[in-house]
């Protein structure tokens, strides 16, 4: 991205404003947005005039300010129209620009966060690698010093956002034998010589998100690029992914609530007797799922421990956008399993909310770990 654009916020809550822009714009753009495999210049303009890009950083480095809770009302009502324009906005929020602002130094906010919040660059993050997801800890991607700086050599897989982005939060290790206390975190500006990015990678759900494969062919870094400690990327990554769970939760919502609306539409058409049970159950999951992400944010923006809170709503709402997609395909019927219809983008939405930003196994893992205070 590179078009700028003042930041003139209308009235009303970021919600409102989200709604508005979600079903003025985002919305007529969907067609465009799987056929092309990327989010629309129409849909980022939008975002980027209403002050989106910079939505829980301050407006000391160019944000928008807003809490966790208005970043999961927005995604949210994104999602409902676009899971992919939601995703690439949380993955830009919460897992690029929310690790520079927790973690850079004053220099690095200036040179990184600011344009980020500011709607002129997109970020990445790049912890997934072709041979290791789950288990980051064994990530290969290495790096070394050279000087006062890094050389980056490895391969990164899945990443949202990847080739259209203009920073990548990118993690490497400096001995695989070291484990997580060998792993750091780094800023990678788009253009620095020896990145190179696969084409976007064809897939399921999110066709208007594109993910790709980032390619570090000892790429060359300044000593300024490294986020945080050497040894702390790790701790990052996961620090950053606990935010992002929040975020990747309200989208499934998002979809959950979207799938819903779909499903009752079906259910008034007779007979109407038994659809009303699918009402009734995906009404009181969606409700569910609304009330563990609203706990999820509201203890992230109070400052308290929120890991559980995080696992257990993206476990929860990622599940049931599955769940009330699949029900709500059942009962539109044959018109639900028809390419381009709404029903069938949603289900296969739906499905990657379990597996992106750590799988449902994982999230177990996490919480289970969190509640017996493991
Ligand atoms: C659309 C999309 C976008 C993505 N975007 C990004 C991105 O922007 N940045 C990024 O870094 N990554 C991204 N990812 C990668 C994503 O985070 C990984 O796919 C995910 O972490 C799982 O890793 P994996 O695919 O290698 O599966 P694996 O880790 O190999 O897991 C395979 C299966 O084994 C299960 N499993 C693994 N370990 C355990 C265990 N210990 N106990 C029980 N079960 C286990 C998993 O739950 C899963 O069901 C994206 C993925 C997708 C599909």
């Not at 989106?52 to 009302?73: E, H, K, M, N």
């Not at 799938?259 to 009402?279: G, I, M, S």
């Not at 559980?308 to 993206?314: F, L, P």
């Amino acid at each position: 991205m590179t078009a700028t654009a003042a930041a003139s916020h209308p009235p009303g809550s970021w919600r409102e404003r989200a709604r508005s822009l979600a079903r003025g714009i985002v919305a007529p753009h969907v067609g465009e947005e799987e056929r092309s495999g990327q989010t629309p210049p129409t849909v980022l303009d939008a975002l980027r005039a209403g002050g989106f890009f910079g939505l829980g950083v301050p407006a000391r480095w160019g944000g928008s300010g807003g809490t966790a809770a208005d970043v999961a009302a927005v995604l949210e009502e994104l999602a409902r129209e676009s899971a992919a324009t939601a995703t690439l906005l949380s993955v830009h929020l919460s897992v690029a620009a929310a690790p520079i602002l927790a973690r850079g130094t004053d220099a690095q906010k200036e040179a990184h966060l600011r344009p980020l919040a500011e709607g002129r660059a997109l970020g990445a993050f790049a912890l997934t690698e072709p041979g290791v997801g789950s288990d980051a800890a064994h990530l290969t991607c290495r790096y070394r010093r050279d000087g006062e700086g890094f050389r980056l050599t490895g391969s990164k897989m899945f990443i949202t956002n990847g080739a259209r982005a203009d920073l990548v939060v990118a993690f490497a290790t400096r001995d695989p034998a070291l484990g997580h206390r060998g792993i750091s975190a780094f800023l990678v500006p788009k253009g620095t010589a020896g990145f190179t990015t696969s084409p976007p990678l064809a897939k399921l759900g999110l066709r208007g998100s594109e993910t790709c494969e980032l390619v570090f062919s000892d790429l060359g870094l300044s000593p300024g690029a490294l986020l945080g400690s050497e040894g702390e990327g790790l701790a990052i990554a996961l620090g950053a992914l606990t935010g992002g769970r929040v975020g990747i939760a309200a989208c499934a919502l998002g979809v959950a609530q979207a799938a819903f609306d779909t499903l009752a539409e079906a259910a008034r058409t007779p007979p109407e007797d038994w659809k009303q049970v699918a009402v009734a159950r995906a009404f009181t999951e969606v409700s569910a799922a609304r009330a563990l992400v609203a706990e999820a944010a509201r203890l992230k923006d109070a400052g308290a421990e929120f890991v559980a809170a995080a696992s257990a709503a993206k476990l929860f709402a990622s599940e049931t956008a599955v769940r009330t997609a699949y029900r709500a395909a059942d009962l539109v019927g044959w018109a639900g399993l028809r390419t381009g219809s709404r029903a069938e983008r949603l289900l296969r939405d739906a499905r990657v909310f379990p597996i992106v930003e750590g799988t449902t196994e994982i999230q177990q893992l996490i919480l289970g770990r969190a509640l017996l205070g493991r």
